[in-house]
C-alpha cells in the first residue's frame, strides 16, 4: 500500500484519493501538478484496482510523457506497464495508424512540418496563379490551422467566406488538403483534426475507444484547443471518469489554438464535477508570488487562487531601468556576475527571457563580450537543420513514396546535376498522369519526359533502389541512416567540401545516427515509420539539455514548465510587453500578456530581475520606452527600492539614476534633456541618450536614425530641437 499521506500536503492527497469520476484540479504554479497526476494514476492502480490498460494520460511533450512513466514504474515497483502516457498529437496518430482507410489514406503516411505545409501553400499560389492578397504564406498555413483546431474543414470554410482575404484562403485550404491526400501526408493540426472527424463519422470506433480507456488524465488543460476538447469530449462521453489538470492563470497559446474557456468550463461541461485547488508553492519565495499574485488578479477571466509557500519572503524583486538595450545587456552581465560569486550559483541557475526572439541579438552581445556561456531554447532546432531534414527526406520517400515534398527535396542533393527545371518537367507528367513524383523519375529513366536528362535521373533512381532492397530486406534503423549517408553521396559531399560548416554538418548527420540507435534500444520491434512519428512530435522542450552549463536564453513562451534560481525578465516597455500591435490591444489579448508575465515571474525560485528601456532601437530607429503597465501593478513592498526608478522623466527627482551599469548625476542645468528629440545638419534625427558635463564641456550621447550613436560636444555640433 502507498502511504500518500506522508508524501503529499492535504490538497494534494485530496485530488489524488477522488474515486473515479469529473474532477477538476486547478494547480497553481509550482504546486507540484505533476506529482499529483502521476500519485493519481498510481493510486488508480494500486489502490482502486484499475487495469493500468484502461487509463489513458495525456501530456503536451514526448518529454513530459516518458518522465511520467518512468516515475510511475518506480513508484509502483514495476519493470513494464500496460499504461499509454503520450501527448494529444501522438494519439492522434495511433488512430490513424490504425484507422486510415476510413479517411482514404494508405498506411505508411508522412507527418509535415510547419515548412513542409508552408512549402505546399507556396507550391499551390505558384501553380494556381493565386494572389495571395497581401498574405505570406506563413500567415495563409495560420488560418488553415485555426480552421482545422475549430473543426471547420474546407468547403465549409470556403462557403462561409465574405472577405475577399477569406476567399483567396478557402480557395487554397481546399486544394492544400487535396495535395496532403496526393502525397499521403498529414499536417500537424491533423493529427487531432482526422481524429475526431473519424470519432464523429464512426460511431462504432469511438465506442471501442471509450471501451477501451475508462478513465482520462489531461495534463496542462488550460492550453487544450477546441478539437482537442471535443476529442476529450467524444471519450469521456460515457464514463465521464475525467481528471484534468491546469490552471488558468497560465493560459498563454490562445495564438496557437488554445482556448482558455476549456478549463473554466469544466464544471459546466461535466455536471457534479469535483473541484480542487492546490495553492502551495514549492518553487518560489514569497515575495516573488505575492508580486505575481497581485499581478495576475487584474485579469477578469480567470478562477480566484492563493498561492503560499513555507520557503520564507526572500529576496524583494529588483526592477532596473536602463538606457537602452546595450546598457540592459551589461546590466544583466553585472548582475549575473555578481550573484555567481556571492552566491556560488552556476551558469544553468540563470535564465533570460523575452518576449520576442528579435531582442536576443543584443543581450547576446553582452554575454559574448563577457566570456559567458549561454544557450538559445527555440531556435533553429536539431530536426529542423538542412542537413538533418536532407537524410530523413530520404528515409520518408522509402517509407512513404507519395511523398513528393520529399522526392523534391533530395532529387538533386547533394548536387548531381538536376536542374529545377527538370524537377519542374517530371512534376508536371507525374501530376497530369495521377503519379507521384518518384515513379515520374523512375519515366524519366525510361525517356519518357522530354528534355530531361535521363543519366542524371538514373543516378538517383540507382540510390532509391539500393536502399529500397536495405529496407525491404529489414535493415536495422541506424544501419539503415548510416547507408543513406553513405549511398547518396551526402557523407562525401560534406568530406569534400572541407569547411567548418561541413564539419558541423557531418557531426550532426552522424548524431542523427546515433540518436536513432537510441530510439532501437529504447523501442522493441523499432520501425522507420515509429522513428519518423518521433521526430516529426518532438518539442523545443524535448530537445533541451539541462545539464549543460549556460546560461538560458529564450522567449516567455519556451519557459512555461521550467524554473531557475534566478530569472531576469527583459524588454519591460509598453507595446514591447505587452505586446501591443497599431497602437491597441483587445482586452482578451492584454489578459493573455498578462498571463504570459506571470508566467515569466514564476519561473523563478529565488532571484527575479525585471528590465526596462528608455530607448529602444527597432528598424534602424530608436523609440522612447514607457514602462510596462505591468511593473505598476506589482505591489511595491516586493520591489526592492535601490532599483526602484519608474518614475516619468519629467518628474524624475535630481538624483543619482541607474543607467545599466553606470550611474550618473542629474545636473540641473543643460543644453537638452535625456530623451529630447534633436537634428543635426548631417546625422538628421536622433534621440539623447546620456549627457556628461555642462557649459562648453557639455557632451550629449545620441542615439541617429541613420548612423547609430555619436558623442557630440553640444557647442560645436549645431543641434536643434526637432
Not at 183 to 195: A, E, R, S
Not at 305 to 311: F, I, M, N, Q, V
Amino acid at each position: 500500500m502507498l502511504s500518500l499521506k506522508d508524501k503529499l500536503n492535504p490538497k494534494q492527497y485530496e485530488a489524488v484519493a477522488c474515486p473515479p469520476g469529473p474532477l477538476l484540479i486547478f494547480a497553481g504554479a509550482g504546486s507540484g501538478k505533476t506529482r499529483v497526476l502521476t500519485y493519481r494514476i498510481a493510486f488508480m492502480i494500486k489502490q482502486l484496482g484499475i487495469n493500468p490498460g484502461e487509463i489513458l494520460a495525456v501530456t503536451f511533450t514526448n518529454k513530459a510523457a516518458q518522465e511520467m512513466r518512468e516515475r510511475l514504474l518506480k513508484l509502483l515497483d514495476m519493470e513494464y506497464l500496460p499504461l499509454l502516457v503520450l501527448t494529444f498529437h501522438s494519439f492522434g496518430a495511433r488512430i490513424l495508424r490504425e484507422y486510415y482507410e476510413v479517411i482514404s489514406y494508405k498506411k505508411n503516411f508522412s507527418i509535415y512540418d510547419e515548412d513542409e505545409s508552408i512549402g505546399i501553400i507556396k507550391g499551390i499560389c505558384k501553380d494556381l496563379q493565386i494572389e495571395e492578397g497581401g498574405l505570406k504564406p506563413s500567415a495563409i498555413k495560420h488560418y488553415i490551422s485555426r480552421a482545422k483546431d475549430e473543426m471547420i474543414d474546407p468547403v465549409e470554410y470556403a462557403e462561409s467566406a465574405n472577405l475577399h482575404r477569406q476567399k483567396i484562403i478557402g480557395q487554397i485550404y481546399i486544394e492544400y488538403q487535396k495535395r496532403l491526400r496526393l502525397h499521403n501526408g498529414f499536417d500537424f493540426d491533423d493529427l487531432i483534426y482526422w481524429p475526431v472527424k473519424i470519432f464523429d463519422g464512426h460511431p462504432d470506433i469511438l465506442q471501442f475507444y471509450r471501451r477501451h480507456f475508462k478513465h482520462l488524465l489531461i495534463d496542462e488543460y488550460q492550453d487544450t484547443s477546441i478539437s482537442q476538447y471535443q476529442m476529450v469530449k467524444h471519450l469521456a462521453g460515457e464514463h465521464k471518469s475525467v481528471t484534468v489538470v491546469g490552471d488558468d492563470d497560465q493560459s498563454i497559446y490562445g495564438w496557437r489554438g488554445a482556448d482558455i474557456t476549456n478549463i473554466l468550463n469544466f464544471e459546466r461541461d461535466f455536471p457534479g464535477a469535483k473541484v480542487v485547488k492546490l495553492e502551495q508553492n514549492y518553487r518560489s519565495t514569497q515575495n516573488i508570488l505575492s508580486a505575481a499574485s497581485a499581478l495576475i488578479a487584474n485579469n477578469l477571466g480567470r478562477k480566484s487562487k492563493a498561492l503560499w509557500t513555507s520557503l520564507g519572503e526572500g529576496q524583494r524583486i529588483k526592477v532596473i531601468e536602463c538606457s537602452d538595450a546595450e546598457s540592459e545587456s551589461l546590466s544583466l552581465v553585472e548582475q549575473l556576475t555578481h550573484l555567481r560569486k556571492s552566491e556560488g550559483l552556476k551558469y544553468s541557475d540563470f535564465a533570460v527571457l523575452y518576449r520576442t526572439n528579435a531582442q536576443s541579438r543584443s543581450l547576446e552581445d553582452g554575454f559574448r563580450t563577457s566570456g559567458i556561456p549561454y544557450i538559445i531554447v527555440g531556435g533553429l532546432r536539431f530536426y529542423e537543420r538542412m542537413e538533418i531534414k536532407d537524410i530523413l527526406a530520404y528515409l520518408k520517400i522509402l517509407v512513404n513514396p507519395d511523398d513528393n515534398i520529399s522526392t523534391q527535396r533530395i532529387i538533386n542533393v547533394p548536387r548531381r546535376g538536376i536542374g529545377d527545371v527538370s524537377i519542374d518537367y517530371i512534376a508536371n507528367y507525374s501530376r497530369e498522369r495521377n503519379l507521384n513524383l518518384l515513379t515520374g523519375c523512375y519515366h524519366a529513366t525510361e525517356g519518357k519526359v522530354d528534355g530531361i536528362p535521363a543519366p542524371k535521373i538514373k543516378e538517383f533512381t540507382k540510390i532509391i533502389d539500393k536502399l529500397s532492397k536495405l529496407i525491404d530486406s529489414g535493415e536495422p534503423l541506424a544501419s539503415l541512416l548510416a547507408k543513406i549517408i553513405e549511398l547518396s553521396g551526402y557523407e562525401a559531399s560534406l568530406v569534400a567540401e572541407a569547411t567548418p560548416q561541413s564539419e558541423t554538418r557531418l557531426d550532426n548527420i552522424k548524431e542523427l545516427v546515433d540518436g536513432a540507435a537510441e530510439f532501437e534500444n529504447r523501442t522493441p520491434d523499432a520501425t522507420p515509420e515509429q522513428f519518423l512519428e518521433e521526430v516529426a512530435l518532438i518539442t523545443d522542450m524535448d530537445r533541451r539539455d539541462p545539464n549543460s552549463d549556460a546560461v538560458t536564453m529564450m522567449t516567455l513562451h519556451g519557459a512555461k514548465g521550467l524554473e531557475f534560481p534566478v530569472v531576469f525578465i527583459t524588454g519591460l516597455e509598453e507595446g514591447l510587453f505587452p505586446l501591443i500591435r497599431d497602437g491597441q490591444i483587445a482586452p482578451k489579448d492584454l489578459e493573455e500578456e498578462r498571463r504570459l508575465m506571470y508566467v515569466g515571474m514564476t519561473r523563478a525560485q529565488r532571484h527575479l530581475y525585471l528590465t526596462h528601456c528608455r530607448y529602444r532601437r527597432h528598424f534602424n530607429r530608436s523609440f522612447f520606452g514607457k514602462a510596462s503597465r505591468f511593473l505598476s501593478e506589482i505591489p511595491e513592498n516586493t520591489l526592492d527600492d535601490a532599483y526602484v526608478d519608474l518614475k516619468p522623466i519629467s518628474n524624475r527627482p535630481k538624483t543619482k539614476l541607474r543607467e545599466g551599469r553606470y550611474e550618473f548625476e542629474a545636473e540641473p542645468k543643460r543644453s537638452f534633456a535625456i530623451g529630447a528629440d534633436v537634428y543635426h545638419q548631417k546625422f538628421g534625427y536622433g534621440v539623447i541618450l546620456g549627457i556628461e558635463g555642462n557649459g562648453e564641456n557639455e557632451i550629449v550621447t545620441i542615439s541617429f536614425s541613420s548612423v547609430g550613436r555619436k558623442k557630440l560636444m553640444v557647442k560645436m555640433a549645431g543641434l536643434k530641437p526637432a
